[in-house]
């Protein structure tokens, strides 16, 4: 039986590796981005072509997100928040992922293992916040987990084999990290890839509303 995957911002670094993963492993993928009408900046865009996806799909994986959304970079301190700067943080981090758990009842199958998982991050964490700074990125992070803990309860109660979970991806070498990657080892976005789905297909539904980071190890929310 082909297994259906639907990948959300399949031509970033990281969502790109998993689509092209998930086809290696004979699963039919639908890949979605801003090329293909998936636009936060353009809601009603967005909102159409997630209404026009026909599922079901046995994996969904929302790998949108950016940490320096209008250019704008992390904050080192309470005095550089900017309140434009917050808005396209929420508007890409956490709103537009929320546009695409709204579809997830009609898009996952019932009666059947299905996942779907957000790309979140550790700093998102307000267990693990001991820095502080880049208040931005880590409050839309913070309420995107949130997101994700909610869903999970309501779609237990009509998909019993869903498991829905936020992940942390660890430092990937994309873009992103060429940047704001100092310290950390980068891993491939091939390598980073093949460590997320790996830590799905050990899931099972009684882990569904949890946080996990690439090595399957729970992270605080």
Request: proline share 6%; with cysteine.
């Amino acid at each position: 039986m082909i297994h259906n995957a639907l990948v959300l911002g399949a031509s970033g670094g990281i969502g790109e590796a998993l689509a092209d993963h998930l086809e290696a492993h004979c699963t039919k993928v639908t890949r979605l981005s801003r090329a293909e009408g998936l636009d936060y900046d353009d809601p009603a865009r967005a909102e159409a072509t997630l209404a026009a996806l026909d599922g079901p799909f046995h994996t969904i994986v929302i790998a949108t997100g950016a940490l320096e959304p209008g250019g704008h970079a992390p904050e080192k301190a309470l005095r550089q928040i900017d309140a434009t700067a917050l808005a396209r943080h929420f508007a890409v981090n956490t709103i537009g992922p929320a546009l695409v758990l709204k579809h997830a009842p009609r898009l996952l199958p019932r009666g059947e293992r299905a996942v779907l998982a957000a790309l979140s991050a550790r700093v998102g964490s307000i267990g693990d916040n001991r820095l502080g700074g880049w208040h931005g990125y880590r409050a839309a992070k913070a309420a995107l987990n949130q997101l994700v803990n909610g869903a999970a309860i309501e779609l237990a109660r009509s998909h019993r084999a869903a498991i829905c979970v936020a992940l942390h991806p660890g430092t990937v070498a994309t873009r992103l990290t060429e940047t704001h990657g100092n310290g950390h080892a980068r891993t491939p976005p091939d390598e980073a890839a093949a460590n997320l789905l790996g830590v799905l297909a050990g899931l099972t539904p009684n882990d569904t509303g949890r946080f996990f980071d690439w090595q399957g190890k729970p992270v605080p929310w």
